[in-house]
């Protein structure tokens, strides 16, 4: 009998995120010892004494259009700041549950674009595609929010309907209403395939407990006596690097894992721990929606030669964000820095290349357990460039 067991959480709306989160807590108002940001101060003491209405003026919220600028002006979509309201939202998109229409959204060249809709949401139900853009929301335009601003218009109370306005691909234009549901996904799926030959187990998101759920599903199959595993990183958007890299370490014996490299610690290299399983060939699965930290996870198994990676052209968000809380309950979301394959490979604004190229008709799954099938008994590493040469 088959053996099918979903591990499941909750999101409404899903940004590539590769996050490093920070205990530093800092004060929400800070004293600058720069001339120049004296000039902020005159103006909100010109607007305190000159504003025709002073009824209207909030000096909590002008400190955090303030600190939103400083931000913005980096022109950076994965840097943002968040008032204590948008922070607590930002929480309970990695860990809540809430109602919203299930796509993942991402920032490209400042227009707001859908990386995918979720299988079996509403938003894929109402015709949503990988590659719209979104320019209203509510008939509100989205030009200059950010990509939470943008998470919270879109989500809403079960049962309300929210209007998105995009252009497709393909030229067209359409006001698209979906209704808001519980958007519930499977964060973690496994099942026997080929009369428990091989083993599959897909991986949505990187969260706290990726690693536990991963070893679960790992135990439920016949490790000694299976001929592969494919490990199936589609639209997966990231999460949390140390669970990418926990991931990778259940997989790689030794060697470097990921390259790092920001303004404070220079380049960093980060090693494998030595896995506690078989080498048996591993198939990973990648399309445009596999972003940030299943990129880091599918790219480091694969230079290392312990997997061959089937499908399309992986997202490309090659950066990293450090989570600074402050006193207030705002916080800062900063890019750092910028990682590397353990080759040395940029992945900023490239991805990952299949190994494996899928033509229109072929199926990723069947093309996997082909390869697999194709390379039973064969302990990793191997040349993977070589296993697929004609």
């Known amino acids: 009998m088959k053996r099918h067991r979903l591990l499941r959480r909750a999101f409404a709306v899903m940004i590539p995120a590769c996050i490093i989160i920070l205990t530093v807590a800092v004060s929400g108002v800070q004293d600058s010892p720069s001339d120049l940001f004296d000039q902020v101060y005159e103006i909100y003491e010109y607007v305190k004494s000159y504003y025709y209405q002073p009824e209207d003026i909030d000096d909590q919220q002008a400190l955090y259009g303030a600190m939103r600028g400083i931000v913005e002006q980096l022109n950076d979509p994965y840097s943002e700041f968040f008032t204590p309201e948008e922070k607590q939202a930002f929480d309970d998109s990695i860990n809540g549950e809430f109602s919203g229409v299930g796509i993942e959204i991402t920032l490209e060249e400042g227009v707001l674009t859908v990386i995918t809709p979720l299988v079996g949401s509403p938003a894929e139900a109402a015709g949503m595609r990988a590659g719209d853009r979104i320019f209203a929301i509510d008939s509100e335009s989205t030009e200059g929010d950010t990509l939470t601003q943008s998470a919270l218009k879109i989500r809403g109370d079960i049962g309300s309907t929210v209007v998105l306005s995009v252009f497709h691909e393909d030229g067209t234009t359409e006001d698209i209403a979906i209704v808001r549901e519980t958007i519930v996904i499977e964060a973690v799926r496994y099942e026997p395939m080929e009369d428990g030959t091989i083993a599959y187990i897909r991986l949505l998101r990187f969260e706290d407990d990726t690693t536990r759920e991963l070893d679960e599903a790992l135990l439920t199959f016949d490790l000694a006596n299976i001929t592969g595993l ?17 991931v990778v370490n259940h997989f790689v ?7 790092t490299q920001d303004r404070l610690s220079g380049q960093k290299k980060y090693y494998a721990r030595g896995n506690q399983i078989r080498n048996f060939p591993i198939a990973i699965l990648i399309n445009r929606g596999t972003a940030s930290s299943s990129e880091i996870a599918a790219g480091a198994i694969r230079d290392n030669n312990m997997a061959i990676l089937i499908g399309e052209q992986s997202f490309g968000k090659g950066v990293y964000q450090n989570l600074i809380d402050l006193l207030d309950g705002s916080a800062l979301k900063i890019t750092a820095g910028s990682y590397f394959t353990p080759n040395g490979t940029a992945v900023h604004g490239v991805g990952l290349p299949p190994d494996i190229v899928l033509e229109e008709d072929q199926d990723a799954i069947e093309v996997a357990i082909q390869w697999i099938n ?6 990793m590493p191997i040349d993977i460039a070589a296993s697929v040469a004609p």
């Open 374 to 379: 194709d390379h039973a008994g064969i302990e």
């Open 253 to 259: 014996d030794d060697g470097v894992i990921l390259i």
């Open 230 to 246: 494919i490990l199936d990183l589609r639209n997966n958007a990231g999460g949390l690097m140390s669970e990418a890299l926990s």
